[in-house]
């Protein structure tokens, strides 16, 4: 796939050489959770003291899709991959907020979203189209002065962030039930969708926040190409056994 090694090993040595795994990232795992299972299955399948494995940009836990990682000598390329546009679709509640910006944090109603209509939606994702300076949540790996945000926001904390230009190519919304908004948004990477839920419920005067989150592509790779843990432990399971290292 345009030249990347994705999902090519037929040996346990291509891990070493270097491969791109498209995983679909399961709800309530971190993407180091990800790399972490991935890393042990194969360093354990193919016997390896230690194995170079990395994700191509993070998913929150309670986002799902395409989760780009890279292993072995392709670990150098990652920032490559890292730096690729991002593709989601998922939803949106409007008339409450919380401090994470999605479900994590307690759910605070605010507005009535009941007046709110299509073109109002419309008008408010125009503004939040093309470069942007977005505050990232307080909930985030963002750091400031060496402290990350997120373990600041669960101790009561807050840190100096500072806002940051991103660039949405695309966000069109594909329907709207009272309260809840469906989307589809194209941006660059560093774009966080929680904020611009967050945002949404600023301009509309009712709250926001993000409800489901699906990553639908990373850059040229598709959901469609991805594999589930569940699948990619069974390919596993098909490899011939690795050659036994000289003492």
């Excluded at 307690?106 to 505050?135: C, N, R």
């Excluded at 949540?137 to 600041?152: E, L, N």
């Excluded at 695309?170 to 009272?178: R, Y």
């Excluded at 929680?194 to 005067?205: H, I, N, P």
Aim: net charge neutral; aromatic share 8%; proline share 5%.
């Amino acid at each position: 796939m345009n030249g990347w090694p994705v999902h090519t090993f037929q040996t346990w040595e291509d891990f070493l050489e270097g491969q791109v795994l498209l995983i679909d990232k399961p709800l309530e795992w971190t993407s180091f959770d990800v790399v972490n299972k991935v890393r042990h299955l194969i360093r354990h399948g193919g016997r390896f003291k230690k194995i170079k494995v990395g994700h191509a940009g993070t998913l929150d836990p309670l986002a799902t899709g395409v989760l780009v990682l890279c292993t072995g000598r392709m670990t150098k390329r990652i920032n490559e991959l890292t730096a690729e546009d991002k593709t989601y679709d998922g939803h949106m509640t409007f008339g409450a907020t919380t401090d994470s910006h999605d479900r994590e944090c307690e759910v605070k109603p605010q507005g009535d979203p009941s007046a709110l209509t299509l073109s109002d939606l419309e008008s408010a994702a125009q503004e939040l189209t093309g470069t942007i300076s977005q505050m990232p949540p307080m909930y985030s790996a963002k750091k400031v002065g060496g402290q990350t945000a997120y373990k600041a926001a669960r101790k009561g904390k807050e840190i100096a962030l500072q806002p940051v230009d991103v660039t949405v190519q695309g966000f069109k919304i594909c329907g709207w039930n009272s309260p809840q908004m469906e989307f589809d948004i194209r941006c660059s990477k560093g774009t966080y969708i929680r904020a611009l839920a967050r945002d949404m419920g600023e301009k509309t005067s009712v709250g926001a926040y993000l409800s489901a989150l699906r990553r639908t592509a990373s850059g040229d790779f598709p959901l469609s190409d991805c594999l589930s843990i569940d699948a990619f432990t069974e390919r596993l399971q098909t490899l011939p056994a690795p050659i036994p290292k000289a003492d």
